[in-house]
């Protein structure tokens, strides 16, 4: 962005060395024009870093996020294969999502609510 910067300078040290008249109608309207090149161009590189530490940040969160699912998945998955036979896993019939369900919970209960989709399940 600073490129812009830089190019509205240039236009301002033009207008600077060549000594146009700014009493006249046509210098007052190119040194405003100028002038508010000078602040679109500031305020589009401030955009731009915003815009930069915000991607930054955003990364920085994604991998936290991607860490912490791992974690969490991880920690799940390994609960189940400790219980082993303790569970069983059932396909529903709605959404296809594999749900594994205590053996315990099944002697209880005649259906089960899929965690994807709500749907009830027959056993």
Not at 43 to 61: C, G, H, K
């Amino acid at each position: 962005m600073s490129d812009i910067i830089s190019k509205v300078a240039y236009l301002s040290g033009l207008v600077d060395g060549l000594e146009i008249n700014t009493a006249t109608k046509e210098g007052k309207v190119l040194t405003e024009v100028i002038n508010v090149l000078k602040v679109m161009a500031e305020e589009v590189d401030e955009l731009s870093r915003a815009q930069r530490d915000m991607e930054d940040y955003i990364d920085a969160m994604d991998e936290d996020l991607s860490s912490l699912q791992d974690d969490v998945y991880d920690n799940d998955y390994e609960l189940c294969e400790d219980e082993g036979d303790n569970f069983i896993q059932l396909k529903c019939s709605n959404c296809g999502d594999d749900v594994y369900v205590d053996k315990d919970i099944i002697k209880q209960k005649e259906k089960i609510t899929c965690p994807n989709c709500h749907n009830l399940m027959s056993i």
